[in-house]
């Protein structure tokens, strides 16, 4: 998929196991910026499965096939006005719950 990345948390990446089941968030953040994208990957990527799109339409097809827990969203994208990708995420039946960002 254009324009999408998915970010495993280290301890899945590196096989790591325990005798428990974690149930890990999928987070799908949708940002242009890339400084911004791999300060949020740093901070977040040991406790959730980050999936990251760097524009609107990414988005909504990473959305589409991924179906994350919740959405990170910029109000400022390239392709797509931010307010524009929230009324078409908010329109599917099973829209996760949406933080919309801005600089």
């Known amino acids: 998929m254009d324009g999408l990345e998915v970010l ?3 301890g899945l990446r590196s096989g790591w196991e325990c005798n428990s089941i974690q149930v890990m968030i999928r987070l799908l953040f949708i ?27 990414a988005g909504l097809n990473a959305l589409k096939e991924m179906d994350p ?4 969203l910029d109000i400022n994208l390239p392709d797509k ?9 908010v329109a599917c039946p ?9 600089a």
């Open 81 to 89: 006005d931010g307010l524009d990708v929230l009324e078409e995420i």
């Open 8 to 10: 495993m948390p280290l």
């Open 31 to 57: 940002d242009d910026d890339p400084g911004v994208q791999k300060t949020l990957k740093m901070v977040l990527s040991e406790s959730y499965q980050v999936i990251s799109a760097f524009t609107g339409n």
């Open 69 to 72: 827990d919740v959405v990170l």
């Open 94 to 102: 099973s829209a996760p719950p949406v933080i919309m960002l801005t």
